[in-house]
Structure formats: C-alpha cells, structure tokens
C-alpha cells in the first residue's frame, strides 16, 4: 500500500549550527515539574516556512514546548532558538474582553498602528464586517478568527498554534483550518500547530511529530497533495501509523473524539504507574 | 468521516409503540411568544414602572397621618414634610447645609479613593508590595471605624478635618479591598496572552490588569459612596456647626420630626443620586462585559 512511500526517513539529523533556514533550533530541552521532566533531552529543528503539526497524547509535553518557544515558559535547560518575531494563538482567543477587535489585533505592536492595518488583515481571516465589535459579540469561530488576525498581524517568522481548534464545533472547525492552511501558504511562515488531531495533522502539515517520554519519538514527512481531503490516497496508511505511534489501535470506524478520551484514559493510566 | 454509532435498532422501537395507530394526539399548548407576554407591563417606561413602589410608600404614609393612626409627634405626615422641605430650601438653610455636607463627602472621597486605590496598586501589582501593605489593611481594615470617632477629634479637634477623615478611612478601606481583589482576579490566562503579544510590565498593567480590575473597583466605588454617606451622619452628628447632620441635630431638641425627616430625604436623594452616577460611569467603562443585565 501507500502507506510504505511515507514511512519516516530517520529522525533527521540536527541540521548543522548555522544553517540559515532554521526557523526553530532546539539542543537538550528539559523542561522539569516538581523534579519530574515532561521535556527530557528534546532536541527539534523547524524549517523556516514549514507547516509542522506536533502530536501527542494530553500531558506528553506538547503544549509546554510550544510555551517554551513561544517564550512563555523560561524555566527551562538546554538551548532553544526561535525567531525574534514569533505569535501564538491558544486554544481560546484570548481577546481582552475590554478592547474591541481591532483593538485587540494591534494591542502590543510597537509604535502607534493604524486601525487600517488592524482592517487590512481582519479582512484577511474574513472578519472585515467585525473590525468595531466587542468580543462579547463574536461567536466561537469569530473570536478565533480575531485571535490568528492578531498572530498575523505581527508578520511571525513562526507561528504557533496550541490546538487553535479545539473548542470550535466540528463544521467551524472545517472552516479554520481551511483558513489556516489558506493563510500559511499565502504568509510563507514557520508554523508549529500542537494538536491532539490525527486527522487535523495530516489536512495541514508538510511534517507531523509525534511526543512521547519527554522527547520526538516519530517524525514524518506528509507528502500528500494540496489540498487534502481524508480520503486521499496514502492518508489512511498515514492516519493508522500515526495512531498507533500514539498507542491508540486504528480500528477504522474510532472518531475523533472517542480516540481522544481513549488517549486520555491511556495517558491517565501511564501517568499512574 | 467515519459513522462511529450504529444506527438505533428499528425491531426496538417497533416493540415499544405496537399499536402505533390507535395513539391518543397529545395535548398542545402554545408558547406565546415573549414580545405579547410582555406587551402590556413593558410598555410603560421602565423609570416609571421603578416610581410605582415609593410612591405607594407614599400614599399610604399620607393616609395613615390623615387618619390619625401616626401622629405628628412620632412622625409627621408628607404633606407637612413637604412643606417643611420647602420653607427650610426658601431660607437657604437647607442648600447651606447641602453645600456643607456634599464637600465634605467629596473632600473624603477624593481622599480616601486615592488612598486605598494607590495601596491597592501597590499590593495587588506587586508580591513585594502585597507583603508590606497587605497584612497592616487587613489588620486595620477590622476595627470598627465609627469606634476611632473619639481618637479622631482627640488627633483633629472638632472642624472639619475629623469629619473628612473618617469618610476617607470609610472610602478607603472599600475600594482597598474591592481593587485588589480586581487586580488579583484577572485571568492569568489574558496575562499570558499580553506576554504573547509582546507587552512590557508596564503594558500589562494597562491594558490588560487596569481594564480588568475596573470592575471590581467600579463595586469598590458603589460601596465606598455608601459608606461615605454613613460615615457623613455619624460625622456630622458629633460637634458639627453646619450641615445637614447639624440641621437634624437641631431639629431633635425641637421636637421637629418634619425637618428630620427632610434631612433623611435629602440624605436619601443624595445616595440615589451618587448611585445614578456610578450606574452611568458602569454603563459607559464597562459596556465591553459579558453579564447577565435582566430579561
């Protein structure tokens, strides 16, 4: 079958220090809770311009290296690199409640910004009609959409999203990512998408990882046609090998959400030992 | 996508209703839509339908005096506060006395509001600050303030510096407590986001800690203009030669419960009126929160 075609090259070497097209350099990250490392020894490269999604079963670590590279999270050893330009959008939007949406979008740019700027890229994620509103008044999909216009507007050499997606509904859902695949292609920028979504990995990633015990235990390329559906050929192979890195058996007919109670009851159980 | 549920046995639901037929109709009733439910209440102008309660208050106040049931000595009746009212604003006592009282309240409210926003700063924005500050207004923040009337005029003598003060304390202890607790309730989530976004600490304090501990200081504001009132009578009734607590004093030796009650009115109007002011700065700094406002 396809499957065969994508298997992972090996973990690719760490690129030699230096080279210019690195978007994220990681050497021997630790990040450690309470003497207890839920990052051990990580060592990561991103290519600048490359779509990586990072996947992972709840609490493997996934969301805390993204806080690590977002430099939200400094208690840390070893060396991280990222670019001086960088942006995050969490799973909630996060919009001050207290300034209205283009507000929010320029809110932490330096110098005195234009509303037009905040304008020109709400029109980007579809929002142009919401520039003047409260975030009270958006909906879930809006109020995402808000939060990427006020990643972008920041022109990020990465962009990092810690399940963007995750509280949307499934047909929001559809529509975000589209919009996210739409707009990385069009800004060019690294981006580093944490997510739990097998699925969600394989729609949008040139590369998906998998964490496991602190470090990258599998690293693959996707090398699917844009754009993606489910059912393009070598996306199954992709989807069972990826779920069962994660250590979730591909029965075939598994949804989303059942795979992600079944990893959290794993993870829970693993946690315990 | 994949179909992860089996579709609901059809052998199941057939067995539960076997004579499907001979089913009775339900009963049905209509839900009226809200906007007819509502129509004959909710076209009076809302600031009516709030008089309607007082002004009943009112009406049975007259009547009971005008049967006799109150007598004039206990409490007089509206008609002879009114008139009462309006002798007392016709010589000037009574705006006087106003003037007196008002300044009084915003001297101590300007004051203590600077303090206890200013300490609260201090210990809400800082741990350093929270350990030096915080422990000493909660310690203070237990006594009793009437109780430090008799150190007052001991400290400030009997003008106007006492009086003054004990409102600030008042004032200053409210919105101590209700910034701080604002300061502090401020989503750390949203902080994070600030760091994301590139803020400075100075940044993150106004944009994101200020304008979320705007609530919490606008309920400090609504308590502390309460208390400024309170702790006005209790200023006022204690060696005051001017104002409206001086005028109730006055009233009391003469047995005059009409001007008492005035005073009372006009102590009451005041408060109503400080709380209009509030509900509108609420209106106009808060319009960005997502509460429940009432159906």
């Given at each position: 079958?396809a ?18 097209e ?30 990586t ?12 290296l ?30 001050m ?11 932490g ?47 990020p ?36 998408l ?80 | ?12 639901g ?29 076209s ?60 009084r ?18 210990s ?41 003060a ?5 004032v ?124």
């Amino acid at each position: 079958m396809a499957t065969d075609l994508h298997r992972p090259v090996t973990a690719p070497a760490p690129s030699p220090a230096g080279e210019p097209e690195a978007a994220v350099r990681v050497e021997g990250l630790t990040r450690s809770f309470d003497g207890r490392a839920v990052i051990n020894g990580l060592d990561l490269t991103l290519k600048a311009g490359e779509f990586t999604a990072l996947l992972g079963r709840s609490g493997c670590g996934k969301s805390t290296l993204l806080r690590v590279l977002a430099g939200l999270d400094r208690e840390i050893a070893g060396t991280v690199l990222v670019p001086r330009r960088r942006a995050v959008a969490f799973q909630a939007p996060r919009l001050m409640p207290w300034k209205r949406v283009w507000r929010n979008v320029l809110l932490g740019l330096p110098g005195k910004p234009e509303r037009a700027l905040a304008e020109k890229v709400l029109a980007e994620v579809g929002l142009t009609d919401r520039v003047g509103a409260w975030p009270k008044t958006l909906s879930g999909g809006e109020a995402q959409r808000a939060a990427l216009a006020r990643a972008l507007v920041r022109e990020p050499d990465l962009l990092l999203l810690d399940e963007p997606f995750g509280a949307l509904d499934a047909l929001t859902r559809i529509k975000a990512q589209q919009l996210v695949a739409e707009l990385w292609q069009r800004r060019g920028c690294a981006v580093l998408l944490v997510t739990h979504d097998v699925d969600e990995a394989l729609l949008l990633a040139d590369r998906v990882l998998v964490m496991r015990e602190g470090g990258i235990a599998y690293d693959t390329a996707v090398g699917l046609d844009r754009p993606r559906g489910v059912g393009a050929p070598g996306f199954a192979g992709l989807r069972s090998r990826l779920l069962s890195e994660l250590g979730v058996e591909d029965g075939g007919a598994a949804d989303a959400g059942a795979d992600h109670q079944q990893q959290e009851v794993a993870a829970a159980a693993h946690s315990g030992v | 996508m994949t179909i992860s549920h089996a579709p609901p046995d059809p052998a199941a639901g057939l067995e539960k209703t076997p004579a499907s037929g001979s089913r009775t109709s339900p009963d049905l009733e209509p839900i009226v839509p809200a906007s007819v439910r509502r129509a004959r209440l909710r076209s009076v102008p809302r600031w009516l339908r709030r008089t309607v309660g007082p002004l009943l208050l009112l009406a049975l106040w007259q009547v009971f005096s005008a049967t006799g049931v109150l007598h004039p000595d206990v409490l007089a009746s509206p008609g002879t506060i009114a008139r009462a009212g309006g002798d007392l604003i016709a010589d000037g006592t009574l705006p006087a006395a106003m003037g007196v009282s008002l300044q009084r309240v915003a001297v101590g409210l300007v004051l203590g509001g600077v303090i206890g926003t200013v300490l609260a700063l201090v210990s809400g924005l800082s741990r350093l600050g929270e350990d030096l500050v915080d422990a000493t207004v909660q310690m203070l923040r237990t006594v009793p303030w009437v109780g430090l009337i008799p150190l007052f005029i001991i400290w400030l003598g009997i003008g106007e510096a006492p009086k003054v003060a004990l409102i600030a304390l008042g004032v200053a202890f409210h919105l101590y407590l209700n910034v701080y607790a604002g300061i502090r309730g401020v989503d750390a989530q949203l902080i994070e986001a600030g760091e994301s976004l590139g803020l400075n600490r100075w940044g993150l304090v106004r944009h994101v800690v200020l304008p979320g501990a705007l609530p919490g200081a606008m309920t400090g504001l609504r308590y502390s203009l309460a208390t400024a009132w309170l702790a006005l009578v209790f200023g006022e009734s204690i060696n005051a030669d001017a104002g409206i607590g001086f005028l109730m004093n006055q009233a009391r030796e003469f047995f005059r419960t009409d001007v008492i009650v005035v005073c009372l009115v006009v102590y009451a109007f005041l408060g109503l009126t400080a709380d209009v002011i509030v509900r509108t700065l609420e209106r106009l700094l808060l319009q960005w929160r997502p509460t429940f406002t009432g159906q």
